[in-house]
């Protein structure tokens, strides 16, 4: 089992910066990637930016973000960000830390936080 603590988020203007960060505990060791996923009503959850959890880091945005957002992961604290800047209105959304172990080549096993809320307002 792998346990997943989100931080940060709130109410930022267009053109502002958050930094989201996430704990993660339990067997650790398993997990793949990690990531951040985010979903608005009525919408699919998307992926964001995941990183591999180990040895040299790989990550992974969505074209939607390429450029304003950067992944990273510190593997002596657990924790991995995503540190997000240029914020746009449409950025608004709930995001939710990922992490995910591989059962086989073909099944994995995803892991949640609890979400937490990001609004891009004036």
């Known amino acids: 089992q792998v346990q997943l603590v989100e931080s940060g988020g709130g109410l930022v203007q267009p053109g502002g910066s958050l930094r989201l960060s996430c704990a993660t505990s339990?067997?650790?060791?398993?997990?793949?990637?990690m990531g951040w996923y985010r979903q608005t009503p009525g919408k699919q959850r998307e992926l964001v930016a995941d990183?591999?959890?180990?040895?040299?880091?790989?990550?992974n945005y969505s074209d939607s973000v390429k450029g304003r957002f950067t992944i990273s992961r510190n593997n002596a604290e657990n924790t991995v960000a995503l540190q997000m800047n240029s914020l746009k209105p449409e950025d608004t959304a709930v995001y939710y830390c990922?992490?995910?172990?591989?059962?086989?080549?073909?099944?994995?096993?995803?892991?949640w936080g609890q979400g937490t809320q990001v609004t891009v307002s004036s």
């Open positions: 990922n992490a995910y172990t591989l059962v086989n080549d073909w099944i994995r096993r995803d892991y």
């Open positions: 339990g067997s650790i060791f398993s997990i793949n990637r």
């Open positions: 990183i591999t959890a180990r040895g040299s880091p790989v990550p």
